[in-house]
C-alpha cells in the first residue's frame, strides 16, 4: 500500500512540473514567446515589462490584434515577435475587480525594430509607458 502512495506522489509532482513548464520558454527575464523562425526574420521584437507596482495577486494579460499573446505573472517580461505593420497592443490586470477596460497600443512596427513598454500602475488604470 505504501508504494501505491510515493507513486502516486511522483506522479503528481511529475504532473505539476510540467504543467508548469509546458508551453513556456523561460529566460532571466520571464515569460517569452516567440514567432515561428520563417517570421521572424521579418519581424520586429516587443518587450512588455511589468512594474512591481501591479500587486502580487495579478496577472498582466498581453494581446496583440485582440489575440491574448501572454500572462505576465509578477516579476516577469514578454518578449515575443510582431511582424511588420500596424498593430493594436492590449494589456490588462486580471483578475479585473475594478470592471476596467483594456489599455491599448497602437504600434507601426518595421521589420528589425525592438518596441518595449513598462507596463504600470497609476491610479485606477495601467500604463503603457
Given at each position: 500500500?505504501?508504494?501505491?502512495?510515493?507513486y502516486?506522489?511522483?506522479?503528481?509532482?511529475?504532473?505539476?512540473?510540467?504543467?508548469?513548464?509546458?508551453?513556456?520558454?523561460?529566460?532571466?527575464?520571464?515569460?517569452?514567446?516567440?514567432?515561428?523562425?520563417s517570421?521572424?526574420?521579418?519581424?520586429?521584437?516587443?518587450?512588455?515589462?511589468?512594474?512591481?507596482?501591479?500587486?502580487?495577486?495579478?496577472?498582466?494579460?498581453?494581446?496583440?490584434?485582440?489575440?491574448?499573446?501572454?500572462?505576465?505573472?509578477?516579476?516577469?517580461?514578454?518578449?515575443?515577435?510582431?511582424?511588420?505593420?500596424?498593430?493594436?497592443?492590449?494589456?490588462?490586470?486580471?483578475?479585473?475587480?475594478?470592471?476596467?477596460?483594456?489599455?491599448?497600443?497602437?504600434?507601426?512596427?518595421?521589420?528589425?525594430?525592438?518596441?518595449?513598454?513598462t507596463?504600470?500602475?497609476?491610479?485606477?488604470?495601467?500604463?503603457?509607458?
Amino acid at each position: 500500500m505504501k508504494n501505491y502512495k510515493y507513486y502516486g506522489c511522483g506522479l503528481l509532482i511529475v504532473a505539476l512540473a510540467y504543467a508548469t513548464l509546458s508551453g513556456c520558454e523561460t529566460s532571466g527575464t520571464g515569460a517569452s514567446t516567440t514567432a515561428p523562425a520563417s517570421s521572424t526574420k521579418n519581424a520586429g521584437r516587443l518587450i512588455i515589462q511589468r512594474a512591481a507596482n501591479m500587486g502580487t495577486g495579478l496577472v498582466l494579460n498581453v494581446s496583440i490584434d485582440g489575440k491574448q499573446v501572454a500572462a505576465v505573472p509578477r516579476g516577469q517580461t514578454y518578449s515575443g515577435s510582431i511582424s511588420p505593420g500596424q498593430h493594436v497592443v492590449s494589456v490588462l490586470l486580471v483578475p479585473n475587480q475594478l470592471n476596467l477596460r483594456p489599455t491599448q497600443k497602437r504600434l507601426s512596427v518595421q521589420a528589425g525594430q525592438t518596441y518595449s513598454f513598462t507596463a504600470m500602475w497609476q491610479g485606477n488604470r495601467v500604463l503603457l509607458m
